[in-house]
């Protein structure tokens, strides 16, 4: 089975840009979150969506948001961005049998955005 | 707000050897799950062990066990027969409908 997959694996924006990353869930995953991972604040939740809805969504500005589609893959928009925003963004998928928060979670490889 | 502390930014332990990871975490819930991920080098992020705060049991996987106390607070992880493989950076994390991960543990494993 394939596992999750994001795209692209580097980027690199300037200030003001928007940039919109993507990640494809493992097959059957109902619930993809995201996070960014920095150095200085280490890993941080984003949001998480199940079945096309925002079900949580961390501490984060509105310039970051996300969607999913109905064949469970999410894409995450970052708009205006800054300096500060550079980070490996993180994406992982579960099966979401339930709300408990038990599921272990399988990471993809990183979108490692760069704004200059 | 819930917080997840690792104390220990870095640790090294001889192949073969037992290492444990410490963690303490603040939280006023008293249902949530406690996790172990690694981060390898250049390699993506896989779960090690999992708990279930209700869940007085230690978990177990293989090699990998973790000393689950709730009063406390605490959740260590202890890796015995410590292998190359193992080096990598240690997240202990705490999820009650959001993920709430420690600033990790980098783990150094000496032949």
């Known amino acids: 089975k394939a596992g999750v997959t994001q795209t692209p694996r580097y980027l690199i924006k300037t200030r003001g840009q928007q940039v919109t990353l993507s990640c494809s869930p493992i097959?059957?995953?109902?619930?993809v979150s995201w996070y960014q991972q920095t150095p200085g604040q280490g890993l941080q939740f984003l949001f998480e969506?199940?079945?096309?809805?925002?079900?949580n969504k961390g501490n984060f500005p509105g310039r970051f948001s996300g969607r999913q589609f109905s064949n469970s893959r999410s894409e995450m928009n970052v708009s205006t961005l800054e300096l500060g925003d550079s980070a490996l963004y993180l994406c992982a998928s579960s099966l979401a049998r339930g709300t408990g928060g038990d599921d272990e979670q399988f990471f993809g490889p990183g979108t490692r955005l760069t704004v200059l | 707000a819930q917080t997840v502390t690792q104390s220990q930014p870095e640790m090294s332990v001889q192949e073969a050897e037992t290492v444990t990871l410490s963690c303490t975490y603040d939280t006023s819930e008293s249902d949530y799950y406690l996790f172990w991920y690694k981060q390898p080098p250049s390699r993506q992020m896989i779960l090690v062990i999992r708990?279930?705060?209700?869940?007085?049991q230690n978990a177990t996987e293989n090699r990998f066990s973790v000393n689950f106390q709730k009063a406390a607070k605490s959740f260590s992880l202890k890796i015995s027969d410590s292998q190359l493989g193992d080096a990598a950076m240690y997240f202990c994390?705490?999820?009650?409908?959001?993920?709430?991960f420690g600033a990790g543990t980098r783990l150094t494993v000496k032949p």
């Open positions: 969506y199940f079945s096309e809805t925002q079900r």
């Open positions: 708990q279930e705060a209700y869940k007085q």
């Open positions: 994390v705490y999820n009650n409908n959001d993920m709430r």
């Open positions: 097959s059957g995953h109902r619930s």
